[in-house]
């Protein structure tokens, strides 16, 4: 994600504001309980007092996801968000809370290929083994699931990836305002 950071911003300024707003995001759902599982040191910098912050090794793909899953310390349903879409609609996320009243794994699809976030009952299913790059997500997790409804899209967004993706944050959209604040300088 520090890949994403636009010329002039510094990387790691750039990840930690783009971080904070995911979770700033997530914090303040209702009935949600946030939890950062993250590879990068330093993120409890972040986050509310009482926020469990769990840290994986550094790893990708359906590794990745597995192990984030695996990590969480409660819940029987989560949702797992790239911290590269701190402009997400929480609305979004509701809506694979949603999807998961008919299906074992929902998936809020990228628009340019891959995935912003997953949502999933507890365990995480062994088949389930797509990562947030993989180019279709949902095709390679049906095509794995034991049957055709375990696996349901909700609507898709975009994360932030490259430089160029900063021009798909939406200004009139609430939130994201350490990564505003970042990019006015």
Known sequence: MADAAPPGVDATDFLTAVAEDAYELVAALDFVSPVVVTS??????????GTPVVEIPDLSGGALVE????????????????????????????????????????????????????????PYPDWAAVGFDDLD????????????????????WH??????????????LEGWDNTRALLSH
Not at 40 to 49: L, Q, S
Not at 80 to 109: H, M, T, Y
Not at 141 to 149: E, F, Q
């Open 67 to 122: 192990a984030a899953f695996g990590a969480l310390p409660y819940g029987e349903q989560a949702v797992l968000l790239s911290a590269a879409a701190p402009d997400l609609p929480p609305l979004l996320i509701g809506k694979l809370f949603r999807e998961l009243g008919r299906a074992r794994i929902a998936v809020c699809p990228d628009a340019g290929g891959g995935t912003v976030a997953f949502a999933a009952h507890l």
């Open 137 to 156: 997500p949902i095709k390679a997790l049906r095509a794995s699931a034991p049957g055709s409804r375990m696996v349901a899209r909700g609507p898709g």
């Open 40 to 49: 990068v040191p330093g993120m409890e910098e972040i986050v509310w007092p």
């Open 159 to 172: 994360r932030l990836r490259t430089p160029g993706d900063i021009r798909l944050l939406d200004p009139g």
